[in-house]
């Protein structure tokens, strides 16, 4: 397993400034997989600096030039993905077959944006009064800081490093400290298939806030596309106003799974282990609140504490595991206050519960009496937790699926024409219909309400990372 433990600036690994450095951790056994540079807020501001250089360059590229690169980085990750899968396991402690699989749809982002990138359209038009033609255009928005989560490393790092590079912009990406092994791969990998120097860069602030904040003051940072939670994204667009920079925001989720009546048990129960135990619960798009009818959910319940038993848990690397270790002990405390909580407001443990003493791990867990409204009903609990909910009428089970801050993806299964309809009355920015899994390179991502601002992916992601320009031309 080969990844480098330094900053990357202007096209040359190097240690932070003043030689800081900071442990990286196994979750599944606590030890030490690495000493990671600790960059200074004076090297953030250089890797902008480097950017800025870098921009003119990058985007006076040909996009057939730039769509070629990405390729190339599309087929380095595809070939080398059980390496990757190996250092996502190691510093994130997912399972093995969850890492594998992030690895692949990391990957994609470059294939897909590498057709985008000779896409990019515009407009050319007569004005309605006949007096100019309207061209319009549209430029890379210019220098673009990326901040990234622990949860999904790969894909999140190259869902924006690839629409920004295909936009013709240059980054800095900023990787949570919990896994920067993940990102200097990715890194590397530009590296090697020819990002020119200064394009892309990465930073690891030890403090995080200060550098941040500088690097969003600094006067070439244009925009900020951000994947964390909500409270976070809060402050950075705070910061982001004083500038007036340009802010996509992937922000927390509360996902409402609804088991409508006549639905396919099966289905929806399979459905279920997928969306709930994808990544092992922690990812924004984790179904976090079970509404089930009234018809069906003893026997929903019965299925799915069976499937859920029948999972095995451990550390990643072994191969045969399917439940790993969240990213720390603190993560693991956190689900963990989450269930004690819903079990004192009147929930009961259907199964799991009780996390080993050893390691970050929190065992597949069903919660059955959950209360609507109770603290583990509006939390991401980014954990493998299933808190069931039951409901008596379709009109209810809107309602209480609409009853949340956030607003990213739902899941329903029933009738599909049951299921299309009540589809529409869902606020969030995606509907999964009788299937457990939605993400998909080529469509948009993205939420309503307090789960974010723009999309990710598909066509639309690219337009996050590009101005329109209008020119008016005389007749």
Excluded at 77 to 93: C, D, K, M, S, Y
Excluded at 112 to 139: M, N, Q, Y
Excluded at 169 to 178: E, G, I, M, R
Excluded at 237 to 260: H, I, K, T, Y
Aim: glycine share 10%.
């Amino acid at each position: 397993m080969i990844s480098p433990h330094d900053l990357f600036i202007d096209g040359q690994w190097r240690p932070g400034a003043d030689g800081r450095r900071f442990a990286v951790h196994d979750p599944a056994d606590g030890s030490e997989l690495a000493k990671f540079a600790a960059a200074t807020e004076a090297d953030c501001l250089t890797a902008v600096d480097a950017a800025a250089d870098a921009l003119a360059g990058w985007s006076a590229t040909p996009p057939r030039q730039r769509s070629e690169i990405l390729r190339d980085c599309f087929d380095i990750l595809t070939a080398e993905r059980e390496q990757l899968a190996a250092i996502i396991v190691a510093e994130n402690g997912k399972a093995y077959a969850d890492a594998l699989g992030e690895a692949a749809y990391a990957a994609e982002f470059f294939r897909w944006f590498a057709e985008e990138a000779v896409r990019i359209g515009g407009d050319f038009r007569l004005s309605p009064s006949g007096d100019k033609t309207i061209v319009v255009r549209r430029d890379p928005i210019g220098v673009s800081v990326l901040i990234t989560p622990w949860n999904f490393p790969a894909a999140m790092a190259t869902r924006k490093i690839a629409p920004a590079l295909a936009a013709g912009c240059s980054v800095v990406l900023k990787p949570a400290t919990q896994t920067p092994l993940t990102a200097a791969y990715i890194v590397e990998v530009l590296r090697r298939a020819g990002v020119p120097a200064g394009v892309v860069n990465l930073v690891t602030p030890v403090p995080t806030g200060p550098a941040v904040s500088a690097m969003l003051h600094h006067p070439a940072v244009r925009k900020l596309s951000f994947t964390g939670s909500t409270e976070v994204g809060r402050l950075l667009l705070r910061e982001a106003a004083d500038q007036v920079v340009s802010s996509s925001m992937e922000l927390g989720g509360n996902a409402p799974f609804v088991v409508l009546p006549g639905a396919d048990l099966d289905a929806a129960v399979e459905g279920a282990m997928v969306a709930k135990m994808r990544n092992g619960g922690c990812a924004c798009t984790a179904a976090n609140r079970f509404y089930v009818h009234d018809s069906l959910v003893e026997e929903f319940t019965t299925r799915i504490t069976v499937a859920m038993k029948g999972l095995t848990m451990g550390p990643g690397a072994d191969r045969s595991n399917d439940v790993g270790a969240l990213v720390s002990p603190e993560e693991r405390d956190k689900v963990s206050r989450l269930v004690e909580q819903a079990v004192a407001e009147g929930a009961t443990v259907a199964l799991g519960g009780e996390p080993p003493a050893i390691g970050a791990f929190y065992p597949p867990t069903v919660l059955t009496d959950v209360r609507h409204g109770s603290e583990i009903n509006r939390t991401e609990i980014f954990g493998p937790v299933t808190a069931i909910v039951s409901f008596s009428a379709v009109d209810d089970a809107v309602a209480m699926a609409n009853d949340t801050i956030y607003g990213l993806i739902a899941y329903l299964y029933g009738d599909p024409g049951q299921a299309l309809a009540v589809a529409q009355r869902i606020d969030a920015g995606m509907v999964a219909v009788n299937r457990g899994v939605l993400s998909d390179p080529a469509a948009p991502f993205g939420g309503t309400k307090q789960s974010g601002l723009g999309r990710e992916g598909s066509s639309e992601g690219i337009l996050e990372f590009l101005e329109e320009k209008y020119i008016g031309i005389e007749v």
